[in-house]
């Protein structure tokens, strides 16, 4: 039976449409971008934070939650409008999304019994794949879910694979991967198992953990070979406006992977930081970043989405 569903983050609707439910939906989060055809549908969910610097939206998100007040707002007559029979959320992170308890409260309000709240909490890689599954079983689309799970399994294990062999005997590179700019965030949660699966060497945060921040002295003691900076919500033009405040916020003048051209920039809104299908599009960026001799379709596939960031802030395409 087809069912009417709202889905309040972006990582879900594009599990939602991979699973092949688009047609499905009836509302969508306002940072829902992906895949295309999503414009038409209502948005369900507006932020209290618009706009600003690295810092300055981090200043505000911080203010927000210590006073206790919510990140997102749930419009509730558009919720009301859309007479969802499933919502998909999240509880991992309040700033990433609309938390459970709001969603469960808007629920209430709409004095609905009927509506089935489908909660995704996904903090390793293993978690992803448990999570397109727990949707599929929500939209009765279970048959589908599996099926991309393989598929998405199969093409995780020939990555690993292909990176593995183009190491050819040699040590691990260590990689540090950048969350947020200001202050500096670390990458977290499967960041470290995208690193480990691309043949790399996660510094500092293990897989599962939330993403630490670290001050300047603590980054100098670091000594990464390969530094990929994908801030979440942030596409590339985005990253490029606060380059300068990078540079101010890494040991910019003494780490090695500056002065060899290894530090690379990825559009962090369309990947890495959202747990969906599109992972493995990640982990082949991140591949192409470690090896790029080893890689060449995956440079040519998304040259758009990655690029290398030279000492003096230049940016230059990936070549394989």
Known sequence: MTKRIASLLPSATEIVCALGAQGELVGRSHECDFPSGLE??????????????????DVAVRGLLESA????????????????????TQDLCDVCAVSLEDVRAAVLRLARQDVEIVNLHPT??????????????????QDEAATLVAASKARVREIARRAEAALGGKPRP????????????????WMPDLV??????????KSGEHAPTLRLEELERLEPDVVLVKPCGFDLPRTFSELEALRAALP????????????????????????????????????????????PDFVKTHGESVVRLEEDLGASRLVA
Request: aromatic share 8%; with cysteine.
């Open 252 to 295: 910019w003048t003494s780490w090695r992977a500056v002065k060899e051209g290894r530090v690379f920039a990825a559009d962090g809104n369309a990947y890495f930081n959202r747990p969906g299908p599109r992972i493995v599009e990640s982990l082949e960026i991140l591949a192409a970043c470690l090896h790029p001799g080893a890689f």
């Open 69 to 88: 007040l919510a990140v997102y707002d749930i419009e509730l007559e558009r919720l009301r409008q859309a007479r969802p029979d499933v919502i998909v």
């Open 174 to 189: 260590r990689v540090l991967t950048v969350e947020w700019i200001a202050p500096v965030m670390l990458g977290g949660m």
């Open 196 to 205: 480990e699966l691309a043949s790399g060497e996660a510094l500092v945060t």
């Open 40 to 57: 038409t549908l209502p948005v369900l969910t507006r932020p209290r934070v618009f706009s600003g610097t690295s810092l300055e939206i």
């Open 124 to 141: 390793r890689l293993s978690d992803i794949w448990t999570d397109i599954a727990t949707v599929g079983r929500g939209i009765g689309r």
